[in-house]
């Protein structure tokens, strides 16, 4: 077996790797791999051809390809090694992973420090237990835009879309953009799952109807999909006798997405059962010594911008421990209080600044997001799922935090 | 003119075909789905049975206690892994016990090796179980197979060893003379002096083509789903509760992937192609399995499929030739444990065709041997170095979850894969928790190139069953 060893590599160049090697190179390490499975750099984000990329980053409108472009534009100005097409198909405490391609076979690559940048993959829908038939025509959202996007093919003509994420959204408005009739958005929940732009921008604008509080309780067709059955749902969730029919070729779901944590789990590393990611500090640092872990294989982000921030976070983070191999003893963790969902990261080690990430449990309106000892105070006027709520801790706040036991984190209603 | 025509492609038709490809005969197996394997052999749990579940003076009793011995051969011959991980019988309350005890009595008398395991014993072997079940009855010599890998072996085997086969090929008609019978199957007539009709939920219809239908088949649905590989540890054996004189009941069945498997419901159907899953199944198997399994939870569902059944109306295996058609042999109502007794079943259409007057000569250059199904995932890394060297695609792995490499896409599709299920189910691509999101367009691109059909025309499982409908 090939062996090479090197001070960092990278696994996944999303949004997050690519930005980690970038900042790892940038802090002075020499020996840096990223890595990729895919036949090029940028990951899901080349077939993410819609815009509304880097607006929080660089506060310009770019598509997926594009915000791509400007790290892999910088990427081949350093002396960072790219392997693509290459699956990373092991991983040990110790830091070593095992890489597999068609070329050199396999190679077992030693690092003083890991990024572990995999992204997420989608939920799928035998996870949310959807019954019927099983036949073709069943596609997630994210696979459908692989198809049209990149793969040139049309899944199909007549379409519904199950889950309000995102990526379905933005695949009703593809779908009706390439010629195909998109029935309707369901959405089992009072709220939708995306992002508010994506609600208007994607459906209101192509008149796409979003069924709120509806879910598809059936699944028919025997060779291809010929129709789906939609129930209301009720207050507990669960449908009612409500009902009507949609007759259509394709299904997409979009109904959330997980973080990709196969390699994790290998290590091993400590998995946070809410965020599906393992539990990091403030400089994306893992449970296990050297191995850091960012965007979405961390926890699912809102935004590709989000991603890059955190790699680079990551990226120097790595850079420093591969230079010199310590990392602080003291570390204030994150609790998640009330209608919190989770806080990441889940401990505070750094003194100078830090951003926290809070997802809410549901949608509120006119509340306050507070901390231990009120270090943390915002008013907000509406908090929802899809939406993370940003708290950035300056070096006056950090101080007075790693005085506590823990920061937790309310969000309550005003008044 | 053929010696024989099996009709029907699953595990039993293919047993046969494997049983007969030993013989100097000249056989056709014609199979109506595009791939062998794509009907109920497909959904099936993958146990193989001890025996104990069924009475011996049964037909299912005898050749399900016959096929679990003849299964250890088998799988060596056909390099398919087989392992007796053991069946428990759970007694979820006090008044299962004396069943359980009944049940060991039987097996005594048949040569069945089981014994009851109580207490802390049962916990050691069965961690997981409810803190209510103290006592069950451990059969070990039961196993678990990969049941669609079974079929395809015995496919490849048979075709290998000369039988021939006629796939996407539906029987229409069957008419007999003095010189033999000829079957239509779509636009070509075969010619066969022996029928065999293996055609598991269509039996009966095939059966009555020729008025060899003294039975009928009552399609009875199963649903089983996949729990996600992670929890491999929730279960070491294939665990029962005790059973009612009319089911064997839901189970919690260790497969050989090391995924847990929990099912099948048993639903009396009326259409034989209705293999869709329901709320209500589901919710049925859940609440039933944790009387047994406590932790199993929803949420570790990965995938789902139903499977239907052949229940013959005699409730009992049918394997004869038929009194009114001479030469015509039935092999139907072939239900649970039928993968466990297929291939003594196939011994017991070779001891029917030669009480039949069939001239049956062994061949002498019968291959036994299947060629090797490498798989890359279970393979150590210098295994893994060794067959890349041989062959760089084995170092492209298309699939994450499962681990597959082009190399074992494009062996499946010499053995015969034509579809996105053939290839899922010999070689587990898109089988994994991600449910085909990585690998879809990878197996679609080898397929379009190792077969020479556009992309847009490659079918998940034959039919009108395009992935895609068009070009951009």
């Given at each position: 077996?090939?062996?090479?060893?090197?001070?960092?590599?990278?696994?996944?160049?999303?949004?997050?790797?690519?930005?980690?090697?970038?900042?790892?190179?940038?802090?002075?390490?020499?020996?840096?791999?990223?890595?990729?499975?895919?036949?090029?750099?940028?990951?899901?984000?080349?077939?993410?051809?819609?815009?509304?990329?880097?607006?929080?980053?660089?506060?310009?409108?770019?598509?997926?390809?594009?915000?791509?472009?400007?790290?892999?534009?910088?990427?081949?100005?350093?002396?960072?090694?790219?392997?693509?097409?290459?699956?990373?198909?092991?991983?040990?405490?110790?830091?070593?992973?095992?890489?597999?391609?068609?070329?050199?076979?396999?190679?077992?690559?030693?690092?003083?420090?890991?990024?572990?940048?995999?992204?997420?993959?989608?939920?799928?829908?035998?996870?949310?237990?959807?019954?019927?038939?099983?036949?073709?025509?069943?596609?997630?959202?994210?696979?459908?835009?692989?198809?049209?996007?990149?793969?040139?093919?049309?899944?199909?003509?007549?379409?519904?879309?199950?889950?309000?994420?995102?990526?379905?959204?933005?695949?009703?408005?593809?779908?009706?953009?390439?010629?195909?009739?998109?029935?309707?958005?369901?959405?089992?929940?009072?709220?939708?799952?995306?992002?508010?732009?994506?609600?208007?921008?994607?459906?209101?604008?192509?008149?796409?109807?979003?069924?709120?509080?509806?879910?598809?309780?059936?699944?028919?067709?025997?060779?291809?999909?010929?129709?789906?059955?939609?129930?209301?749902?009720?207050?507990?969730?669960?449908?009612?006798?409500?009902?009507?029919?949609?007759?259509?070729?394709?299904?997409?779901?979009?109904?959330?997405?997980?973080?990709?944590?196969?390699?994790?789990?290998?290590?091993?590393?400590?998995?946070?059962?809410?965020?599906?990611?393992?539990?990091?500090?403030?400089?994306?640092?893992?449970?296990?010594?050297?191995?850091?872990?960012?965007?979405?294989?961390?926890?699912?982000?809102?935004?590709?911008?989000?991603?890059?921030?955190?790699?680079?976070?990551?990226?120097?983070?790595?850079?420093?421990?591969?230079?010199?191999?310590?990392?602080?003893?003291?570390?204030?963790?994150?609790?998640?209080?009330?209608?919190?969902?989770?806080?990441?990261?889940?401990?505070?080690?750094?003194?100078?600044?830090?951003?926290?990430?809070?997802?809410?449990?549901?949608?509120?309106?006119?509340?306050?997001?507070?901390?231990?000892?009120?270090?943390?105070?915002?008013?907000?006027?509406?908090?929802?799922?899809?939406?993370?709520?940003?708290?950035?801790?300056?070096?006056?706040?950090?101080?007075?935090?790693?005085?506590?036991?823990?920061?937790?984190?309310?969000?309550?209603?005003?008044? | 003119?053929?010696?024989?025509?099996?009709?029907g492609?699953g595990i039993v038709g293919n047993a046969i075909a494997r049983e007969?490809?030993?013989?100097?005969?000249?056989?056709?197996?014609?199979?109506?789905?595009?791939?062998?394997s794509?009907?109920t052999s497909?959904?099936n749990?993958?146990?193989i049975h001890?025996?104990?579940?069924?009475?011996?003076?049964?037909?299912?009793?005898?050749l399900c206690?016959m096929g679990n011995?003849i299964w250890?051969?088998l799988?060596?011959?056909?390099?398919?892994?087989?392992?007796?991980?053991?069946?428990?019988?759970?007694?979820?309350?006090?008044?299962?016990?004396?069943?359980?005890?009944?049940?060991?009595?039987?097996?005594?008398?048949?040569?069945?090796?089981?014994?009851?395991?109580?207490?802390?014993?049962?916990?050691?072997?069965?961690?997981?179980?409810?803190?209510?079940?103290?006592?069950?009855?451990?059969?070990?010599?039961?196993?678990?197979i990969?049941p669609?890998?079974m079929t395809?072996a015995l496919?490849?085997?048979?075709?290998?060893?000369?039988?021939?086969?006629?796939?996407?090929?539906?029987?229409?008609?069957?008419?007999?003379?003095?010189?033999?019978?000829?079957?239509?199957?779509?636009?070509?007539?075969?010619?066969?002096?022996?029928?065999?009709?293996a055609?598991g939920?269509?039996?009966?219809?095939?059966?009555?083509?020729?008025?060899?239908?003294?039975?009928?088949?009552?399609?009875?649905?199963?649903?089983?789903?996949?729990?996600?590989?992670?929890?491999?540890?929730?279960?070491?054996?294939?665990?029962?509760?005790?059973?009612?004189?009319?089911?064997?009941?839901?189970?919690?069945?260790?497969?050989?992937?090391?995924?847990?498997?929990?099912?099948?419901?048993?639903?009396?159907?009326?259409?034989?192609?209705?293999?869709?899953?329901?709320?209500?199944?589901?919710?049925?198997?859940?609440?039933?399995?944790?009387?047994?399994?406590?932790?199993?939870?929803?949420?570790?569902?990965?995938?789902?499929?139903?499977?239907?059944?052949?229940?013959?109306?005699?409730?009992?295996f049918?394997i004869?030739?038929?009194?009114?058609?001479?030469?015509?042999?039935?092999a139907?109502?072939i239900q649970s444990p039928g993968l466990t007794a297929a291939p003594a079943i196939a011994l017991e259409i070779?001891?029917?065709?030669?009480?039949?007057?069939?001239?049956?000569?062994?061949?002498?250059?019968?291959?036994?041997?299947?060629?090797?199904?490498?798989?890359?995932?279970?393979?150590?890394?210098?295994?893994?170095?060794?067959?890349?060297?041989?062959?760089?695609?084995?170092?492209?792995?298309?699939?994450?979850?499962?681990?597959?490499?082009?190399?074992?896409?494009?062996?499946?599709?010499?053995?015969?894969?034509?579809?996105?299920?053939?290839?899922?189910?010999?070689?587990?691509?898109?089988?994994?928790?991600?449910?085909?999101?990585?690998?879809?367009?990878?197996?679609?691109?080898?397929?379009?190139?190792?077969?020479?059909?556009?992309?847009?025309?490659?079918?998940?499982?034959?039919?009108?069953?395009?992935?895609?409908?068009?070009?951009?």
């Amino acid at each position: 077996m090939k062996k090479i060893s090197t001070d960092l590599i990278v696994i996944g160049a999303g949004p997050g790797g690519m930005a980690a090697a970038l900042k790892a190179s940038e802090m002075g390490i020499k020996n840096i791999l990223l890595v990729d499975r895919l036949e090029e750099l940028g990951g899901i984000l080349q077939q993410c051809i819609h815009n509304g990329f880097g607006l929080q980053k660089f506060e310009k409108d770019l598509t997926g390809p594009e915000y791509a472009d400007h790290y892999i534009n910088l990427i081949k100005k350093t002396n960072i090694e790219v392997l693509l097409h290459s699956m990373a198909i092991e991983i040990t405490k110790d830091k070593k992973v095992i890489l597999s391609n068609n070329i050199d076979g396999l190679i077992e690559v030693s690092a003083k420090a890991i990024v572990l940048a995999m992204g997420c993959r989608e939920r799928t829908r035998q996870q949310v237990s959807i019954p019927g038939t099983r036949p073709a025509g069943i596609f997630t959202a994210g696979v459908a835009q692989r198809f049209v996007n990149i793969e040139g093919y049309m899944p199909g003509k007549s379409v519904v879309v199950v889950g309000s994420g995102d990526i379905g959204m933005i695949m009703a408005r593809r779908m009706t953009l390439e010629g195909a009739k998109v029935h309707a958005v369901t959405e089992i929940l009072p709220y939708a799952g995306g992002l508010t732009r994506n609600i208007v921008q994607c459906l209101e604008d192509y008149q796409i109807p979003l069924h709120l509080n509806h879910n598809v309780i059936n699944i028919c067709g025997k060779d291809r999909v010929t129709g789906v059955k939609i129930a209301k749902i009720d207050s507990n969730g669960d449908p009612t006798n409500e009902t009507f029919d949609i007759e259509c070729d394709t299904l997409l779901f979009s109904v959330g997405l997980i973080p990709e944590n196969e390699l994790s789990r290998m290590v091993p590393l400590d998995i946070n059962p809410v965020t599906g990611g393992p539990y990091i500090d403030d400089t994306y640092h893992t449970g296990n010594d050297g191995i850091f872990i960012c965007g979405n294989a961390a926890f699912v982000n809102d935004l590709a911008d989000y991603v890059s921030l955190e790699g680079e976070i990551a990226g120097e983070a790595a850079a420093k421990y591969a230079l010199y191999g310590n990392r602080p003893n003291s570390r204030i963790p994150t609790i998640a209080g009330d209608n919190v969902r989770f806080i990441v990261p889940n401990f505070i080690t750094r003194q100078d600044q830090v951003t926290l990430y809070v997802r809410v449990t549901e949608p509120i309106t006119d509340v306050r997001v507070i901390s231990t000892d009120g270090i943390v105070n915002l008013k907000k006027q509406i908090v929802k799922p899809s939406e993370m709520v940003e708290i950035k801790l300056d070096s006056d706040k950090l101080k007075k935090i790693s005085q506590l036991k823990e920061l937790k984190i309310d969000v309550k209603k005003n008044g | 003119m053929y010696n024989i025509a099996i009709i029907g492609g699953g595990i039993v038709g293919n047993a046969i075909a494997r049983e007969l490809s030993r013989y100097d005969l000249k056989t056709i197996l014609i199979e109506k789905e595009i791939e062998v394997s794509f009907g109920t052999s497909k959904a099936n749990s993958g146990i193989i049975h001890s025996g104990i579940h069924d009475k011996p003076e049964t037909l299912k009793g005898r050749l399900c206690f016959m096929g679990n011995i003849i299964w250890g051969q088998l799988a060596t011959e056909l390099r398919i892994p087989f392992e007796r991980v053991g069946e428990i019988l759970v007694a979820r309350s006090d008044e299962d016990i004396p069943v359980l005890d009944q049940i060991l009595e039987n097996a005594k008398t048949n040569n069945i090796p089981a014994e009851m395991v109580t207490g802390t014993k049962l916990r050691e072997i069965e961690p997981n179980l409810a803190p209510n079940i103290n006592t069950a009855l451990l059969a070990p010599t039961a196993g678990v197979i990969p049941p669609y890998e079974m079929t395809y072996a015995l496919y490849e085997n048979a075709m290998q060893n000369g039988v021939e086969y006629l796939l996407e090929s539906k029987v229409t008609n069957i008419i007999n003379d003095k010189n033999g019978f000829i079957v239509t199957a779509d636009s070509r007539e075969i010619k066969a002096e022996y029928v065999i009709n293996a055609a598991g939920v269509y039996a009966d219809d095939i059966a009555k083509l020729i008025g060899a239908n003294n039975f009928k088949i009552l399609p009875r649905k199963g649903e089983e789903y996949i729990l996600d590989k992670r929890l491999d540890n929730i279960n070491n054996h294939i665990i029962f509760p005790t059973p009612n004189p009319t089911s064997k009941g839901i189970l919690v069945i260790k497969t050989i992937e090391g995924s847990t498997m929990i099912g099948p419901t048993a639903e009396d159907i009326n259409d034989k192609e209705d293999t869709s899953t329901s709320e209500a199944g589901l919710k049925k198997i859940l609440d039933f399995v944790r009387t047994m399994v406590p932790d199993i939870k929803k949420s570790d569902i990965i995938a789902s499929f139903a499977g239907i059944r052949p229940v013959s109306d005699t409730n009992d295996f049918i394997i004869e030739e038929s009194k009114v058609v001479p030469h015509f042999i039935n092999a139907a109502g072939i239900q649970s444990p039928g993968l466990t007794a297929a291939p003594a079943i196939a011994l017991e259409i070779i001891e029917i065709l030669k009480e039949s007057g069939m001239d049956m000569r062994k061949k002498n250059n019968f291959k036994p041997y299947d060629k090797p199904h490498r798989r890359l995932t279970l393979l150590n890394n210098n295994e893994k170095e060794l067959l890349i060297k041989l062959n760089k695609d084995y170092g492209n792995i298309i699939c994450r979850c499962e681990t597959v490499s082009e190399a074992e896409v494009v062996a499946a599709i010499k053995n015969g894969a034509k579809t996105v299920d053939g290839i899922k189910f010999r070689t587990r691509a898109g089988m994994g928790r991600c449910q085909a999101g990585f690998c879809t367009h990878h197996v679609m691109r080898i397929l379009s190139k190792e077969l020479s059909v556009p992309e847009e025309t490659i079918t998940k499982r034959g039919g009108d069953s395009r992935i895609v409908k068009e070009k951009r």
